[in-house]
Structures are given as structure tokens and as C-alpha cells.
């Protein structure tokens, strides 16, 4: 799976939960999950959840804490995804 | 776990405590009960001259010993002074009218804890065992948000 690809998945994997519809549409590898798009931890947790079902990886702790904007959670998935 | 000691760490007191005894409390899940006193303030106005229990009491009774309850249980009984809770969503359906001094039983079971937030559904049950109302709720409960 590219970048783009990958990106676009976890563009539809964020939007249920993205309050602010419009950083959604225009979500780059800068936006920011709690900033630019609204969403509070709780949903991060769900996002966390459905990226482990959609990619079928496990996430811990330790990405959980980092995984605040979507550059880092592509650079999270691409690294669990080669180690599979 | 003394179940006692899980309700000691409950961080709400009268009039805003809705749990009365916990039954069971395991990895899973946990059972509390909860008796609507009659003097509780908010009969007196929903309704006027008819005293029904809100949807939005029956809600908080549900995630006290659903979520709340349980989430002390999963950390080990250590609700500690820089824990933080916070009810974060709820789905809920309100199935029978609760009146004054009916007893309800709340059972309730995990659906996951990961990472600080707690999701449950649980339903609750009236003295004659029909459910009055159920749901899924959610909460974090975490050193921070």
C-alpha cells in the first residue's frame, strides 16, 4: 500500500469522528488530530481501534501517546505493517 | 476486590450518588443496585404532581455502577487524586417509566479498556426483572486526558 493509498484510508477511518467536517475534507499530513480537527480523546481511542481492525495491527502504548496528527499515524502504520 | 471498597472510591456523594450495593464485580462486568429515594429533589419537578425518574438520572445511574464502578475494579481499586474521569458518550433507550422507591439493578459488561477509555453496555432491571433501560456507554478514565 502507498502513502496515498494510505492516507486515504485513514482519511475515511477519521471522518465519523471528525467534528470539524471541513479540516476533514482538506486533511493533509499536517493536520492535527486534536487541533485541526476536533476530535477529543476519546474518539482518538476509537480511531486507534479501528486502524488496528482495518490494518490488522496492534498499537501500544507508546504509539497510542505519539499518534496526535496524521503524518505520525501514517509513519506508525507503515512501520507496523513492514514488520508484519 | 471488597466490593465495599470499590463504592468508598466512588468521587460523588448525596445527592448525586446513585449506587447503593455492588453484587458482582469481575473483569468482565459488574452488577450494582440502586433505590430511587422519594425525597430526591428532582421528583418534585418532572414531572409537576407526577413524579417519573429523568432519562438523564437513569443514564448517570447506569455509567455510576457500569462504567464507573467497573473502571475502579479494572485499575485495581486505585482511583487515585490525579485520575481523571470523564463520561464521554452514551446510546441509550429508556424502555419502562422508574417511579418513586423502585429498586433497579444494573448489569453491566465490558466491551473494551483500552488506553484510558472504558466502553460498556449495560442494561438496567426493575424489581420484577424487566428491563427498563438499556445501553452503551463510554468514558475515559485515565492519569490524564
Redesign the interface.
Known sequence: MDRKELTEKLKEIIKPYAANTEAHENLTEETDFIKDLNI???????I??DIEEKFDVVID?AD?ERMLDVKTAIEIIETKLAAK | MELNEIIKQLPYSEPFLFVDELLSADENGVTGTYTFKENLDFYKGHFKNNPVTPGVILTETMAQIGMVCLGIFLLNNELQSDTVI?F??ADMEFLKPVYPNEKVTVISEKM?F????LKCSAVMKNEAGQEVCRGIL???I?KR?
Request: aromatic letters at 8%; proline letters at 0%.
Open positions: 477529543n480523546s476519546a474518539n482518538l481511542v476509537d486507534v481501534l502504548n497510542m | 470523564a464521554t458518550s473494551f483500552r488506553f484510558g477509555k463510554a468514558g475515559m485515565t486526558l
